[in-house]
């Protein structure tokens, strides 16, 4: 069973950056393909970003293309998302999770809240 933690959310006003980080437990972290997920207010959860076990990556080119980089640590079990150029509609619980996601693996999540 796999234990994933997220940190690192908060407030930030609009432009501005956070890093968020996850760290995973209980697995074989580096055998994994990691991805952060989130989910806004009223809305269903969405893929925001992934890296794949041997480091190439998958970005929801909608929402986050430019902005966000996903980046892992094998040694530290920990997959982080830059998050830069921050916008309002960016705000919502971040999730991390295998990906594809695996149902029993979601954590608690960290809220990003970016203020205009």
């Known amino acids: 069973q796999v234990q994933l933690v997220e940190s690192g959310g908060g407030l930030v006003q609009a432009g501005g950056s956070l890093r968020l980080s996850c760290t995973a437990s209980?697995?074989?972290?580096?055998?994994?393909?990691m991805g952060w997920y989130r989910q806004a207010p009223g809305k269903e959860r969405e893929f925001v970003a992934a890296?794949?076990?041997?480091?190439?990556?998958?970005y929801n080119e909608d929402s986050v293309k430019g902005r966000f980089t996903i980046s892992r640590d094998n040694a530290k079990n920990t997959v982080y998302l830059q998050m830069n150029s921050l916008k309002p509609e960016d705000t919502a619980i971040h999730y991390c999770?295998?990906?594809?996601?695996?149902?029993?693996?979601w954590g608690q999540g960290t809220q990003v809240t970016v203020s205009s």
């Open positions: 999770n295998l990906y594809p996601a695996n149902y029993d693996y």
């Open positions: 209980g697995g074989t972290f580096r055998s994994y393909n």
């Open positions: 890296i794949r076990r041997y480091g190439s990556n998958l």
